[in-house]
């Protein structure tokens, strides 16, 4: 992902404030199925004012890699990239971008352009959906890679060890059950 001046704009994307980050706003949790309070059919009612965690702080992929084809926007693509997390795990570390869907599920075209980028550009993603019971979200989250073989196939070994998955966020680390993601800015 590049370091370079962001140039694209959000222009009517909310899905970071719409609810499939985990994070808290001014007191409020938000999470899947509970949009931020301050998400308005027009946007953001506090905008000039939202605090910096976790809004300003926010670092979209897509707002940060102009190179991401246009329909990757995760209004669009179903998707909210945050580049440049650590995988922490007993003995090593693993530089991953986290990849949430919006909505329940990452869809098929998108999870493709991402295990393509992943080895072209030789990064790994670390997807993760939302977990429903019919149509109530559990704040449960599976996961899956898209990357390289082998990173694809080691979350795999992860989740059939009993490994928790289960992600709670802030805009500067994702807690694994007692392992962390550290998201660096």
Known sequence: MSDKPI???CNGCTACCDGWLQTNVDGC???????????????CTIYATRPFDPCVGFRCGWLLNDSMPDWMKPNVARVIIKPGAIWERPGSRVRVNLATAVGPRIPGKTIQWLRNYARNERCDFLCHEH????????GALSY????SPEFEQEVENWKASGYDFTVTASNSTMVIGDKFFKQHR
């Not at 977990?131 to 559990?138: A, D, I």
């Not at 899956?144 to 990357?147: P, T």
Request: with cysteine; glycine share 20%; proline share 3%.
């Open 7 to 9: 140039t694209r704009e």
């Open 29 to 43: 949790e938000i999470g899947a199925g509970k949009p931020c309070k301050h998400i308005s059919k027009t946007g």
């Open 131 to 138: 977990v429903r019971e019919g149509k109530t979200y559990t």
């Open 144 to 147: 899956f890679g898209a990357g």
